[in-house]
């Protein structure tokens, strides 16, 4: 039996216990329960299209899905079971953590305003938890929050949550229990509620995409996340998903088209759109007023924060999408690597290649050479930079997708259409003529002197008997 093996099964071990005192719970009990629908696939799924209860246009979860439900009497049910899974953050590489129905994170919920909502969540943990319905409006009891309006759900046990959507919104679930060790190992899901009419600052759209923004610390060669680290992660992700692992977004030319992103992470993100301007139409707190919408490119997001993105796709081609700090489009990020930019390695390579022979130079030119570079990893180790577009190494990782527009995308499909083909004389090319000349001074005016590094004076005032006080 391999280590790997071996790791497996200690880390699924707590799995396997809690499936054991889930028996605890009577069959008559479970008899009642929705069958649990558990996903695997870390594939986008097709919008799920009601077929009971009111009518809506469903959602699009990035690298996810919807959940499932049954009607009961006019109630719309749900089973979210909490337990260990294996989530594929990019090809070669697997994570173990904590999420739900089988997926970290765990499957959208969709509802419409006004429907009554019950939602059976089984503990298959090897510890208690319990689940905060982040931005809903709904009876102090069921807010989640473990030790003060509510017992946490013991290992093993199912508690149930009902309440009725209230208000039309974008949301979030996430533990209120070991908050900090649930939700560093990947517990969170998408809720959107959709509005039971037409709304007025609610628009219809072609296409409706959500994804959560999430963040971990994984060693390289390692799987499981270190749930103690409060700033320095290496993994910035969107579901759980690292670029190229993250799928595109495919639109119709002229869909208008919405995007909801939620942030639980330990910092904020300025997710940033490339082709397009985008108006900010809701938050957690709902639709905004149409008087407090502007043109964007960019918005940040700050932690705990949803921000629902609307616009026009009317530029067709492959346009990038992608959180704005650049450390956050990179993979496996070692922050005890220091800057060789300048360094000359002249002599030195061939000495340190005998003690280590597979000594490679790195940073020495910038780091570009990472993205062609294929330098042995730790087994389950993402390249830093990785991700191949048509012309060449895209040098992203993280939290980049791209949001493909296509005129013959047709309505519904999802499909990605694969790489644009620019139309002739619309695309960057090398110059191989003679360069302009140096621009000459206007008739009647001095040219301006050559560059040259200016004297500076430097005068510096001690502080008198008054110290620093007004400083």
């Not at 209230?166 to 509620?193: I, L």
């Not at 060449?392 to 990605?416: A, C, H, N, W």
């Amino acid at each position: 039996m391999t280590d790997t093996t071996l790791a497996r099964r200690a880390f699924l071990g707590g799995a396997a216990f809690t499936a054991v005192a889930a028996a605890s719970v009577s069959r008559v009990a479970l008899a009642a329960l929705p069958e649990p629908v558990i996903q695997t696939s870390p594939d986008t799924a097709p919008p799920l299209v009601p077929g009971t209860g009111r009518p809506y246009n469903p959602v699009v979860t990035l690298n996810g899905w919807t959940c499932p439900w049954r009607m009961n009497n006019g109630v719309k049910e749900f089973h979210l079971v909490a337990e260990p899974v294996e989530r594929e953050i990019a090809p070669g590489m697997v994570a173990r953590l904590w999420g739900y129905n089988g997926q970290s994170p765990g499957p959208t919920i969709e509802v419409v305003e006004g429907d009554r909502v019950r939602v059976f969540v089984t503990n298959k943990l090897p510890e208690h938890t319990t689940i905060h319905w982040h931005g809903q409006r709904l009876p102090n009891g069921m807010d989640g929050v473990g030790g003060l309006n509510q017992k946490q759900i013991p290992v093993g046990k199912t508690f149930v949550y009902e309440f009725v959507a209230r208000r039309p919104g974008t949301f979030m679930y996430h533990p209120h229990a070991d908050e900090m060790t649930q939700m560093a190992m990947g517990m969170m899901g998408f809720w959107v509620t959709h509005p039971k009419a037409k709304h007025p600052l609610i628009s219809e759209v072609q296409r409706d995409f959500c994804f959560l923004l999430n963040a971990y610390d994984i060693e390289p060669g390692s799987s499981v996340p270190q749930v103690n680290t409060m700033l320095d992660f290496n993994l910035w992700t969107w579901n759980s998903r690292a670029f190229p692992g993250i799928d595109t977004l495919n639109v119709r030319l002229g869909d208008r088209v919405r995007i909801r992103v939620g942030n639980l992470t330990m910092t904020n993100h300025p997710i940033h759109v490339h082709g397009h301007e985008f108006e900010v139409t809701g938050t957690d707190g709902g639709p905004t007023p149409a008087g407090s919408r502007w043109p964007e490119v960019t918005t940040d997001i700050a932690v705990g924060q949803m921000r629902q993105l609307e616009f026009i796709a009317d530029e067709e081609g492959d346009w990038a999408f992608h959180c704005h700090k650049s450390h956050h489009t990179m993979n496996a990020m070692g922050h005890g690597v220091p800057t060789l930019i300048g360094v000359n390695h002249q002599g030195l390579v061939r000495p340190l290649q005998r003690a280590a022979p597979e000594y490679m130079v790195m940073g020495e030119r910038g780091m570009a050479d990472m993205g062609e570079m294929l330098m042995e990893l730790p087994d389950n180790t993402l390249p830093m930079m990785t991700g191949q577009g048509p012309y060449g190494p895209i040098e992203m990782g993280g939290m980049f997708s791209t949001l493909k527009v296509r005129r013959d995308q047709k309505p519904g499909d999802y499909t990605d259409p694969g790489w644009f083909k620019q139309p002739p004389n619309t695309q960057a090319y090398e110059w191989t003529g003679s360069l302009p000349s140096a621009p000459q001074a206007a008739p009647g005016t001095t040219p301006a002197p050559a560059a040259s590094t200016p004297s500076t004076t430097v005068n510096v005032r001690k502080p008198g008997a008054g110290g620093h006080a007004h400083h």
